[in-house]
């Protein structure tokens, strides 16, 4: 049996991925090996100040504490062979923390539920889409992504020099937009999605920006319908990733996807590159 024959549900970021990315991952690596795969360093610090955040607002730890369990937790499985940068995104935990409590405060997010899963149906894909939804409050729930500093130039005096993450300015990211278009669906509750730096945080919601009203929504989430609906047509041509190799563009520039120097390598040896 092929890999992607044993996929039983759709998660967004299976659905939302490029195809050619998608069958790479999906078609040649098992559950096992996609498991044991290290995200970048910004994926990491996400998930540390995620879990920071959680701690403080669902499970009512002080927010002193739960910096300095975040930061325990950095210090032991943050993965990087960049010591600059894991000494200034280990700066980023607190600031990042504070921002997103105080913003959270401001919405009257009090003890949420946390990492809360749902199921749901989209017409015509045979399999039902899962995700854990990070904060759920009264009648509104709240996606988090945060916005990590970057290396920039090196300054006069040798030392790194680093730039601001960028908050989104009047609406928020398209692609979060279809991530919690599927969430709205599956809850019926009204959507938010905040985003989190160490200078600064900013919360969305269906009373402040366009993209996420009742009519955004729907288009968010007929656009990820048939981007599942596309990879799902093409695993019933074949769940062979050789054959879906040459009916699928790989991509190669895309600015994200391919920057990982092994699998690049793997993915042309699969398109025979």
């Known amino acids: 049996m092929?890999?992607?024959?044993?996929q039983t549900y759709w998660s967004f970021s299976r659905?939302?991925?490029?195809?050619?990315?998608?069958?790479?991952?999906?078609?040649?690596?098992?559950a096992e090996e996609r498991a044991k795969h290290v995200i970048g360093e910004s994926g990491q610090i996400g998930s540390f100040v995620h879990e920071g955040i959680q701690l403080v607002v669902s499970h009512g730890l002080d927010i002193e504490q739960a910096i300095a369990t975040t930061e325990a937790a950095f210090d032991e499985k943050f993965i990087s062979e960049d010591d600059v940068k894991r000494s200034r995104f280990r700066e980023m935990i607190s600031p990042m923390i504070h921002q997103a409590v105080d913003m959270l405060g401001k919405y009257n997010f009090t003890k949420p539920k946390d990492e809360l899963k749902i199921e749901c149906n989209l017409p015509d894909i045979d399999l039902p889409f899962i995700g854990y939804v990070d904060l759920v409050g009264?009648?509104?729930?709240?996606?988090?992504?945060?916005k990590s500093v970057s290396k920039s130039r090196v300054l006069k005096d040798g030392t790194q020099g680093w730039s601001k993450g960028r908050l989104p300015n009047d609406e928020p990211d398209?692609?979060?937009v279809k991530q919690v278009a599927l969430y709205h669906h599956a809850t019926k509750l009204i959507p938010s999605i905040l985003y989190i730096a160490e200078h600064d945080a900013k919360l969305f919601t269906p009373f402040n920006c366009e993209r996420l009203g009742d009519a955004m929504l729907a288009t968010a989430l007929d656009e990820l319908r048939k981007q599942t609906l596309i990879k799902q047509n093409l695993i019933k041509i074949s769940p062979d990733p050789k054959v879906l190799a040459g009916?699928?563009?790989?991509?190669?520039?895309h600015m994200y996807i391919w920057n990982d120097e092994k699998q690049r390598e793997e993915a042309k040896r699969l398109w025979q590159i």
């Open 2 to 6: 092929h890999e992607l024959e044993k």
């Open 138 to 146: 009264e009648g509104m729930f709240c996606e988090m992504k945060t």
């Open 174 to 176: 398209w692609s979060h």
């Open 15 to 30: 659905a939302n991925q490029p195809n050619g990315y998608f069958f790479y991952w999906y078609g040649t690596k098992t």
């Open 247 to 253: 009916l699928v563009d790989p991509d190669w520039q």
